[in-house]
Nanobody
């Protein structure tokens, strides 16, 4: 069974950093592209960025470009979202998804809360 599990969220002060992890269960990211989204009250769901299944190509939303980066570990078991210079507007539940390159099936994680204080 394909599952993704996010971790690494928490409480941080404005200007701080966090690294979120997205762990793959039942598959390897070499066969799946991955995306990070976030959802906050009043803003709805926002795409944060994505990474190709080989981990060699990334794209980031303009709202986080230059502050957030996405990477994949060499085992293709984890995708990371490195978040620097965090702002209160970054407060949200962050979700990872995995998109099958074969079937286009999308698998979502349960999310991890990030709270940035001013």
């Amino acid at each position: 069974q394909v599952q993704v599990v996010e971790s690494g969220g928490g409480f941080v002060q404005s200007g701080g950093s966090l690294r979120l992890s997205c762990a793959a269960y039942g598959f390897a990211f070499i066969d799946y592209a991955a995306n990070w989204y976030r959802r906050s009250p009043g803003k709805g769901r926002e795409w944060v960025g994505g990474i190709s299944n080989h981990g060699d190509s990334t794209k980031m939303a303009d709202s986080v470009k230059g502050r957030f980066t996405i990477s994949m570990d060499v085992t293709k078991s984890f995708v990371y979202l490195e978040m620097n210079n965090l702002k209160p507007d970054d407060t949200a539940v962050y979700y990872c998804n995995a998109v099958s390159m074969l079937s286009s099936q999308i698998t979502w994680g349960q999310g991890t809360q990030v709270t940035v204080s001013s």
